[in-house]
């Protein structure tokens, strides 16, 4: 009998290029610590190996492997593997930033949870040929959808370490978000479910600061983000000059929620939203994203955002204080720091609802917002559509009936920007394109 032994089932990925580095990433299906050994070519035949080496991994990260390469040209593509026990994985490709360029697609994701559908939004990320994927958050979900699941998910509730790690395994089965990120680098930001829902990291901290740390070293073990000692995960990329990437980090540092049901609060418990000093992005990371965005030499300054940050309003009270008007003076203050900054743009992701408008400091446009509906996660929003836009009049378009992604095509002198929805069965729908002209 013939057996076909891969050792490789979670094929491989790579992410955080930058334009002579890159992280690439695979996990080894084995019972004890094992060497593995990488290989990075500029040609897909791996007749010219540029880099190459050997890793150790072990159960004490699942044995996942990741490896930062650098050293490399910029603007280029690459092809990597990996060979464990004479057995080669998949072949990824990826890319490392161009230094000077007048065009570049990046396509923004968030919410997927395995329960609720397939991940199809990969499946066209190809086919548009985009040259990065960011990821905005709940990249997993802590748990499951158990009556009537679109397709089941037989792990338990993630509540520490393997149960955390047990979710990313389980996500990385899907076929489209393995053959998307074989061949697409991607950008991470967590947001609430890689923990659990609506949580601030500065109260987890304090009454279970385990669960905190468990569930941040699984997703530092299995995304492909550049390591460091602290959990930190605000960072920036540089695009040429045509595009600065700002990914930040809206639950670690953040003040506990003003009020809970943080959605639609009841009585006046949302009052606290626009009391002074509250934090979101807690005060170092405040500092730098300010300074980052007011220095930027790019053309677009694109803000790589977890939670809603333009205005949501109804009957005269913020319908969610999970998102950043929960935090409405310092959201104020950052937004009007920065009123005189050219060609800022927030993409976010958090309400699986589509979502295009203004972002506003004393009434007066301080960039756009682009929100991305759910990779799968469904919105429940539909009926208060009509209501959310009458209300807020700079919110200028709003579709909470499909799933999808948004995809962002940056040129010298404009944006343009294509909200796509997948319905139940993988079909794709443009839902509505804008045009932005760079100022
Ligand atoms: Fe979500």
Redesign the pocket.
Known sequence: MLYFITFFDFSVMSGDADTNSFVIWTRISAYRPVSVLYEVAEDSLFNKIVKSGEVKTDSSRDWTVKVLISGLSSGKTYYYRFKYNNVYSPIGKTITLPRSTNKFKIAIL??QHFSENYFWSYKYLLEDSVDIIVFLG?FIYEYSVYRNPRRPDPTPYANDLSTYRAKYRLYYTDPYLKEALRNIPIYVIW?D?EVVNDYSGKTMKYYNPRRLIDAYRAFFEYVPIRDNDSFRIYRSFNIGNLVEVFLIDGRQYRDEMVCRPTFNPRDNCYKMAFSEGRTMLGKEQKEWLISGVLNSKSKWKFVANNVMIMDMFKDNKPLNVDQWDGYYAEKKEFLCKIKNVKNVIFGTG?T?VFYFGEVLCDKKRVAYEVITA?VS?PSGLKALSDTILRQNPHIKFMNAEYRGYVRLDFYNDSLNVYFFGTDEVGNRVLLRKEKILSD
Do not use: A, L, T
């Open positions: 968030s919410c709940d947001d479910h958090d699986h759910g996660s």
